[in-house]
T-cell receptor, first 117, second 109 residues
Framework: IAGITQAPTSQILAAGRRMTLRCTQDMRHNAMYWYRQDLGLGLRLIHY???????GKGEVPDGYSVSRANTDDFPLTLASAVPSQTSVYFC????????????????FGAGSRLTVL | GQNIDQPTEMTATEGAIVQINCTYQTSGFNGLFWYQQHAGEAPTFLSYNVLDGLEEKGRFSSFLSRSKGYSYLLLKELQMKDSASYLC??????????WGAGTKLIIKP
């Protein structure tokens, strides 16, 4: 089934530890995104990539890094986790970057629930 | 600043009609989206409006008034499976998506 696979589904992490959330898509979409979702807040963009080899900062990039070595994979790394990074993380992709006109629908992964203690 | 306002929670009865409102103040406008998100799951696309008026898609319709900074999602013939959160998002002049916090819709038998 075509779509986005995220791993892990859930993780409890000690503060100060390094963590990488994995994201793989098989739709050959050009653009990929990482969002965090917190109770009472809208989805907030962490980082994005309009095409393989390029990345950009979103609304809340501090403490996170990404890479886009190829079209399919877009891992998100927390270099030194802090409790405020406790959240549900969604990876998403779209055929074209949101900067282009048209509907440009986002397809989301199932999410990774991260708890930092 | 940019802002998307939606009611936090709404309750409706199975078989009825419900309207979920979304008002926005953004720097420019390049389209409005509605997504559905069941508890513990990923958001999924419902509708897209870029011009004023009503877009109908089966039991779901979405309306947009750009001059009023207003949209609504209309759900007809409500089913229990429609219990979910409904997210409104606006694409601003920089083509960035601004998301509302979502409206949790509870359907009662």
């Amino acid at each position: 089934i075509a779509g986005i696979t995220q791993a892990p589904t859930s993780q409890i992490l000690a503060a100060g530890r390094r963590m990488t959330l994995r994201c793989t898509q098989d739709m050959r979409h050009n653009a990929m995104y990482w969002y965090r979702q917190d109770l009472g807040l809208g989805l907030r963009l962490i980082h994005y990539s309009n095409t393989a080899g390029t990345t950009g900062k979103g609304e809340v990039p501090d403490g996170y890094s990404v890479s886009r070595a190829n079209t399919d994979d877009f891992p998100l790394t927390l270099a030194s986790a802090v409790p405020s990074q406790t959240s549900v993380y969604f990876c998403a992709s779209s055929d074209s970057p949101t900067g282009l006109s048209g509907a440009n629908v986002l397809t989301f992964g199932a999410g990774s629930r991260l708890t930092v203690l | 600043g940019q802002n998307i306002d939606q009611p936090t929670e709404m309750t409706a009865t199975e078989g009825a009609i419900v309207q979920i409102n979304c008002t926005y103040q953004t720097s420019g406008f390049n389209g409005l989206f509605w997504y559905q998100q069941h508890a513990g799951e990923a958001p999924t696309f419902l509708s897209y409006n870029v011009l004023d008026g009503l877009e109908e898609k089966g039991r779901f319709s979405s309306f947009l008034s750009r001059s009023k900074g207003y949209s609504y999602l209309l759900l007809k013939e409500l089913q229990m499976k429609d219990s979910a959160s409904y997210l409104c998002a606006v694409r601003d002049s920089n083509y960035q998506l601004i998301w509302g916090a979502g409206t949790k819709l509870i359907i009662k038998p």
